[in-house]
């Protein structure tokens, strides 16, 4: 990849942090980067790589299928794509840039493009540093809501997208459309998994 | 199903007008079709018939390329309903378009409006209360607002009319302050609600802890179907099993034959005949072709939803009445109310980790009234009283949880920790500066002038507030809850979606907009029976309420028209 490009997609092309020497592993690790079998609406190719590789360490496949195999990867690009507006799709690549920058920083390469035991290193910080969701009622966050970070909103965005997928919802979780009556108090192992309608 | 008859073109003259087709609008029509009155329903927007035009009732999220989330385009068109955080693209259509009917915030207030036949009957929350003597009595007693021209008693047997034919569920508890409605079986509590039921009715006198009444059939009633338990209301019920205009006293309406609905037909201001000494007609603007016409009738019954039942009236001037027709009191747009909202406590249960639930049951707990009920229950810190709605569920949020990857992966498949929530909804008492007023310096996109809204919760509602927080997590730790949060989300008027008042009924035309049956009182042929006829707002949901008043009013103006009196 061309290096001047390279910085300008990673937001580092402003102040001092160039000249350090993890900038430069970073450019190199770019040529080790998993190519994507899909177009992004949004993404450039380096931030769908971020995203893929973290929603796949977050939710990876079991005996389930992982967050890559329901492609939320994919519907996160389309969201951001469709619904935010300017202003937010901007937040959105800063944030990407910023969250490489400090794996690159902290770790000599941007997240896609480091060792396994790196990233999960990564996201055991990133676990302790982001900020928590605080709780709803009838759909609206109570009280004053902290910052969340990037982390752990896309995590949270991640898990949306997993659990609304056809392939969760209706095979992996439990699928009722029309319950008919209502159970107030049934044995869990009756039920299983969540139910995937809310 | 309808068919209906919106043929409005040859047909300028009705026995009735109704202005309006929402919860209190289809009642009227109902009540006076099936009467025998030549009805007109004005509706500013569009037909929406019952089952064919509700699209999204049966999508699951995958259904849908964006799972509900919202286009730009659709951001900015819904940028005041947004607040609320209840529109996706499921219930999008039934929201009103905020760009095309803007408003002005003198101070902050939700206006949430719902511009197609139905109305907000098709987004309501379906809880449904009956008013007691405490609420009527309530401006008498203590010397807020004017006293209410009518008690229990008079609307008693309207209140038992209209819940025979929605069909109401509920459990009944004899208590004063919330009388029972003729109940359909009632929903069931879920195992944590019960749990917390009998903790908090064994540690605190006086409180109760019942499953929610609600304007669900859990029975098949009247050629409707029961509730299936999906929780998908506000898409429109292919089973008709909640209340709305559209699945149950509209197509009552229309089977009579005498109704006509004319859709996008903008109610622009009510013609009174100052020689007649009566309004004599409506003059509408067609939203679509901008054409004004005139429909004349012997009756109009006003049911536009509180707000805008009140701009009407406001723009309607004439000789006799300069300032709005009606507004001899100077009252017309003042004493707006609403509920308190979000503001409450929750927190986790334990102890349950083995239960869960089928279904999703479209309805919560309640907890009745149980301050300023009499001597004993008396708090000097705030006057009248809350109510609770609530309840539990599993819930959770897996993203807080500190960790990924494949354990992480399956343990977040399995229902999270059982949580429990009390949100209160408190009386606001009366004030004669929260008031509405024409704005004609902002036009709507049929250039008409728009309403300059100016309204606040007062020293009394945050006291109440104050009291439903510190209740609330009181209640809740008595029950063993754990992890207890105390909230007040200190939303501004509308957030309840219970605006009421701003052409109030009372016993003297100085001092109130109507009289006891809610007639105009210097034009007795205008009813008005919609939230804006509200004298004071109780604690409990007022839905029920405006169904009562109104099928009151209706058969009063069809007596009175016999008896040659209007």
């Known amino acids: 990849m061309d290096r001047r490009k390279a910085l300008k997609k990673t937001g580092l092309l402003a102040g001092a942090a160039l000249a350090t020497p993890s900038i430069l592993s970073l450019l190199q690790a770019c040529k080790s980067e998993p190519r994507l079998t899909w177009k992004p609406e949004f993404f450039t190719h380096d931030e769908a790589s971020t995203i893929g590789t973290l929603v796949d360490m977050i939710l990876p496949r079991t005996d389930t299928p992982g967050a890559l195999d329901v492609k939320v990867d994919v519907f996160i690009d389309k969201v951001i794509a469709q619904t935010y507006d300017e202003i937010g799709q901007q937040n959105i690549r800063n944030e990407i840039a910023i969250f490489n920058k400090r794996c690159a920083e902290n770790f000599g390469a941007a997240f896609a493009s480091l060792d396994e035991s790196k990233k999960v290193e990564v996201l055991r910080a990133e676990e302790k540093s982001s900020g928590k969701f605080n709780p709803g009622v009838w759909g609206t966050t109570i009280g004053t809501q902290e910052p969340i970070g990037f982390y752990r909103s896309m995590k949270s965005m991640a898990i949306w997208a997993y659990f609304t997928s056809g392939e969760i919802g209706e095979k992996v979780l439990n699928y009722d459309p029309i319950p008919g009556e209502y159970d107030g108090c049934k044995p869990l192992s009756e039920v299983g998994n969540r139910w995937s309608l809310g | ?566």
């Open chain 2, 1 to 566: 199903m309808a068919n209906y008859n919106i043929d409005a073109k040859k047909e300028l003259t009705y026995d009735a007008i109704v202005i309006g087709s929402g919860i209190s609008g289809g009642w009227a029509a109902k009540e006076l079709c099936e009467k025998g009155l030549k009805t007109l329903v004005l509706e500013r927007g569009r037909i929406v018939e019952h089952v064919k035009d509700y699209p999204t009732m049966n999508l699951d999220p995958w259904d849908t390329e964006l799972r509900g989330g919202l286009t730009p385009e659709q951001k900015k068109k819904h940028q005041v309903s947004m607040r609320s955080n209840w529109v996706g693209t499921d219930t999008a259509h039934f929201w009103a378009d905020d760009e095309a009917n803007p408003y002005t915030e003198v101070k902050p207030f939700l206006w949430l409006r719902g511009h197609q036949m139905g109305g907000r009957s098709l987004l309501w929350g379906k809880q449904t209360y009956r008013w007691s003597d405490l609420d009527f009595e309530a401006n008498a007693k203590d010397g807020h607002g004017v006293d209410w021209p009518m008690r229990y008693k008079d609307i008693e047997p309207w209140y038992t009319h209209v819940e025979k034919f929605a069909g109401i569920s509920g459990e009944p508890l004899g208590l004063p302050q919330l009388p029972d409605s003729h109940f359909l079986p009632p929903m069931e509590l879920n195992c944590v609600e019960k749990h917390v039921k009998s903790r908090i009715e064994k540690e605190f006198d006086g409180r109760h802890l019942i499953i929610g009444r609600c304007a669900h059939l859990t029975v098949p009633h009247n050629g409707r179907g029961q509730c299936q338990n999906r929780n998908r209301c506000s898409r429109g019920c292919p089973y008709g099993a909640y209340f709305s205009s559209n699945s149950v006293t509209l197509p009552a309406a229309h089977a009579t034959g005498n109704l006509t609905i004319r859709p996008f037909s903008i109610v622009q201001s009510i013609i009174y005949d100052d020689t007649k000494g009566k309004a004599t007609g409506v003059r509408i603007i067609d939203a679509e072709t901008n054409e004004d016409i005139e429909y004349s009738a012997k009756v109009i019954f006003c049911n536009a939803s509180t707000l805008s039942t009140t701009q009407i009236l406001l723009n309607s001037k004439s000789n006799r009445f300069e300032n709005g027709l009606g507004n001899d009191s100077g009252e017309l747009g003042h004493n707006l109310m609403d509920h308190t909202y979000r503001v409450g406590a929750m927190g986790k249960v334990e102890g349950f980790e083995d239960k869960y639930y089928k279904g999703r049951r479209p309805n919560g707990i309640y907890i009745p009234r149980y301050w300023n009920i009499d001597e004993k229950s008396k708090n000097d810190k705030f006057l009248r009283g809350f109510g609770y709605q609530g309840g539990g569920y599993r819930g959770g949020n897996a993203a807080n949880i500190e960790d990924f990857g494949a354990d992480y992966k399956d343990s977040i498949l399995k229902p999270g920790p059982w949580e429990f929530f009390i949100t209160g909804f408190a009386e606001c008492l009366p004030y004669h500066d929260n008031q509405v007023s024409l704005n004609a310096d902002v036009l709507d996109k049929w250039g008409q002038p728009t309403l300059a809204i100016d309204a606040e919760f007062k020293e009394n509602e945050k006291a109440a507030n104050k009291q439903i927080q510190e209740d609330g997590v009181e209640m809740l730790e008595k029950s063993g809850l754990k992890d207890i949060i105390g909230f007040d989300n200190e939303h501004p008027p509308g957030y309840g979606v219970h605006e009421m008042g701003t052409a109030r009924m009372g016993l003297d035309p100085k001092t109130s907009v109507l009289n006891g049956f809610n007639q105009v009182h210097a034009a007795k042929n205008v009813f008005v029976t919609d939230g804006a006829c509200m004298t004071s707002s109780s604690c409990v949901n007022p839905s029920l309420t405006y169904m009562a008043i109104t099928a009151r009013a209706a058969n009063h103006a069809v007596a009175e028209l016999k008896k040659m009196n209007l």
